[in-house]
């Protein structure tokens, strides 16, 4: 049986993984970890403490529990990044170096997330091909960019077996986004059910890739089960699922809230958008291990509002 460590456990992917994981392989066997407290959703199974900068602490922590495999999910993101950039490159990059010389040394498997921000300016943006031009002007998109090559490095020239996705911005209802560019898609459904107005800090036209949660997860244990020949791009594979803008959004939820009204205030995050992609071609994940997700549009609406409004109820 595997035994599988997920570090940054307590962030908007992590919290969701972690309880598919356990639900999947038995919740004794999934250890969460990070840096802030155990998140209330995967405190009823095994949580440790754990800076992944720190090396000792992470090898200690891998033969203590004789762990297998790592999901290595800590980063800081965009918009944050962005906003101490020396920072974000010294905790995307160390950590994810720290990750692979534990697959060098023993550990089976490993998982690490890329983003579509690894496409910039000179990107074509519609249809993103999986091999294109890539020129990231954030620091966060430079640093996934470096990450993807550290990744087809270590496969190549020690054997380790990294798999990698490069998710669009993630939409779910479990867990609070962590400071990206797309988390106005998470936070419109708060505003939306709490105070019926939203202060938008990008351009109503800003079309972006975008999935819902369920499927991310999806595609992350899809890659992490398929067969390693399966595997063919060790650098990090597209995947799509839905394009929209905070227009579209907003005319999804309005159907449902006829009185909620949203407000376009443009911040320094509408440039990061603006060197973004507005749809992504997935046919390599879609061939070489069968990736399809189940979410349009409405149908990841309907499931956040029906959600949310059943928590913020029974929260009242
Ligand atoms: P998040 O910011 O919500 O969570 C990251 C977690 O890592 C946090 O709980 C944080 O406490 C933890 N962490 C930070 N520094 C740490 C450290 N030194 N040691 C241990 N833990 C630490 O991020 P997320 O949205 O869950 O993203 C997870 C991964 O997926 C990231 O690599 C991110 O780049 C990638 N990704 C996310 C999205 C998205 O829309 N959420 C899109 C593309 C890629
Ligand atoms: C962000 O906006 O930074 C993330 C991402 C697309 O990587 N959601």
Known sequence: MDKILVIGACGQLGTELTLK???????????????REAADLIKDGPFESLDVMN????DALIAKHQITQIYHLAAILSAKGEQNPKFAWDLNMTSLLNVLEAGKNGVSKIYWPSSIAVFGPGTPKTKTPQNTVMDPNTVYGI??????????????????DVRSIRYPGLIGYKAQPGGGTT??????????????NYDCFLK????????????????????????????????????SAISFSPAMIYDEIVKRYPDFKINYAPDFRQQIADSWPNSIDDTEARSDWQWKPDFDLKKMVDTMLDNLESILVTAK
């Open 204 to 239: 109503e036209d800003s079309l972006l890739p975008m999935m819902y949660m369920d499927d991310a997860v999806k595609a992350t244990i899809d890659i992490m089960q398929a067969d390693a020949q399966q595997v063919k791009v060790r650098s990090s594979y597209n995947v």
């Open 21 to 35: 994981l356990r639900e999947l392989f038995g919740t004794e066997n999934v250890i969460a970890s990070d840096l």
């Open 55 to 58: 090396k000792e602490a992470l």
């Open 183 to 196: 988390d106005y898609a998470v936070d419109i459904f708060w505003k939306a059910i709490l105070e019926g």
């Open 143 to 160: 640093s996934k960019l470096a990450g993807e090559r550290w990744c087809e490095w270590y496969h190549q020239k020690h054997g380790v």
